[in-house]
């Protein structure tokens, strides 16, 4: 897996997606950030790394350890019990600071959901947060595949008015404060930001 280039979090999610097929893969970074996320993905997954530093980047050579006898292989997380895993978006950006490396984390957020799981039940958008669900996103095609996964999306109607956007909402659909607020009370698993 050629990864020289790439953004985080694709080499991670390149080689994932590569260890689901194959015992045995090659990735190749060019920044130490790269290498210690891909590695700490595979060894969190039951793989040995090797790394090779040549002129061109850096080689993972990675190796799918195999099951010892009578060990169970590792299990996925699975969904928080006791009602649904709902997440809770207020800002086009994550976290506070610099708002142009909050847009740059909310991006890689939303791509590295896909590849993650549990997956949450259903994603809500309030405030500003609500500029993500609309036409020129930089998360669209993110929340698109979330949804088609069966990820229910909610954008606060007031909101959208608020910023003028109602007409512009590209994916989910348009709630209430009543809908969000029992989807909210309900869940089994609440994260915000």
């Not at 090659?26 to 090797?50: F, L, P, W, Y």
């Not at 850096?58 to 010892?68: E, F, G, K, M, T």
């Not at 669900?133 to 595949?145: I, M, T």
Request: proline share 6%; charged share 20%; aromatic share 4%.
């Amino acid at each position: 897996m050629d990864a020289r280039g790439l953004a985080c979090p694709q080499p991670v999610i390149m080689t994932r997606t590569a260890l689901q097929e194959c015992d045995a893969v090659v990735t190749i970074v060019d920044n130490r950030t790269a290498q210690h996320n891909v590695t700490r993905m595979a060894e969190k997954s039951g793989c040995t790394v090797r790394v090779e530093e040549r002129e061109d980047g850096v080689y993972l050579h990675i190796l799918r350890s195999a099951q010892p006898a009578g060990e169970p292989a590792p299990t996925p997380p699975v969904s928080p019990s006791g009602g649904p895993l709902v997440l809770v978006i207020s800002n086009e950006h994550m976290g506070h600071g610099e708002a142009e490396l909050g847009h740059i984390l909310i991006r890689a957020f939303f791509h590295t959901l896909n590849e993650v799981e549990p997956l949450p039940d259903t994603i809500i958008f309030f405030n500003s947060g609500v500029r993500l669900v609309v036409e020129d996103s930089p998360v669209l095609e993110d929340l698109r595949s979330l949804s088609e996964q069966g990820v229910e999306i909610l954008a606060c109607g007031t909101c959208l008015q608020y910023y003028n956007l109602k007409d512009k909402i590209a994916v989910g659909e348009v709630s209430n404060m009543m809908t969000i607020a029992e989807t909210m009370l309900r869940a089994g698993r609440l994260v915000s930001w």
